[in-house]
């Protein structure tokens, strides 16, 4: 069974500056792992802020991977993999160390490398550290929507996603978030209530829910705003 900790936060100020202290421990850790990224507004700060730290050092053999990405161009505003171009020329990796969604590619294709370059992760024994997540207000997760892109998502490591807005996408599934050895929520703002109070009692109707129920733990941080009204 999935155990759920949760961290409540006073402010997103607050939330934010936990964020950034949790991501540099894991940049340094000498213990080198990959590190999941999420995109959405509410880990940005977080970012921004690491990317302006002096001195920021990675480990060693560090990696950086996405949950999901948009099916747009790299450098459009609309990618997580741009969104986060600030921390990652901070950290200085080299290319083959950033694992990102290559939407050059047709959509199929880009889901399909993605997971095999997933998988070859995996197989050189890298350990997958601290993997960040959104909750959207729907109960999404990454880029999985509903039942439909979960069923789709057996035996992938990574999948292509047609979102309930238009847009595509390409998204890890319940597989690889299975493989996080601390996967975290980091959830912000008040039109989330409703999705964390069925996070919280663990719906299983909950895409969100349904999508970590492979992971031996989980951690929820949200702000004060995100926290469920008590009756």
Not at 141 to 161: C, I, Q
Request: proline residues 7%.
């Amino acid at each position: 069974m999935t155990e759920l900790a949760t961290r409540r936060f006073a402010s997103r100020t607050a939330l934010e500056s936990a964020l950034e202290e949790r991501l540099a421990r894991a940049i340094a850790a000498p213990a080198a792992a990959a590190l999941m990224l999420s995109g959405g507004s509410t880990p940005l700060p977080a970012y921004r802020a690491l990317a302006a730290r002096p001195g920021l050092t990675p480990a060693a053999g560090l990696r950086v991977l996405f949950s999901d990405d948009r099916y747009v161009p790299a450098d459009s505003p609309a990618s997580n993999y741009h969104q986060a171009q600030p921390l990652l020329a901070a950290l200085a990796l080299p290319s083959p160390a950033v694992l990102r969604v290559r939407t050059e590619l047709p959509l199929d294709d880009a889901a399909r490398d993605y997971e095999e370059r997933l998988a070859a992760l995996l197989r050189s024994g890298t350990r997958i550290g601290l993997g960040l997540l959104g909750l959207g207000a729907d109960g999404h997760t990454a880029s999985l929507f509903g039942a439909p892109d979960l069923e789709r998502a057996r035996g992938r490591l990574a999948l292509a996603v047609h979102r309930p807005d238009g847009m595509s996408a390409v998204s890890v599934t319940p597989e690889l978030l299975a493989r996080l050895t601390e996967p975290v929520f980091v959830v912000a703002g008040a039109d989330k209530q409703e999705a964390v109070r069925k996070l919280l009692a663990r719906d299983p109707e909950l895409t969100a829910w349904r999508a970590v129920a492979g992971c031996s733990r989980v951690e929820l941080w949200l702000d004060e705003a995100a926290a469920p009204a008590v009756a």
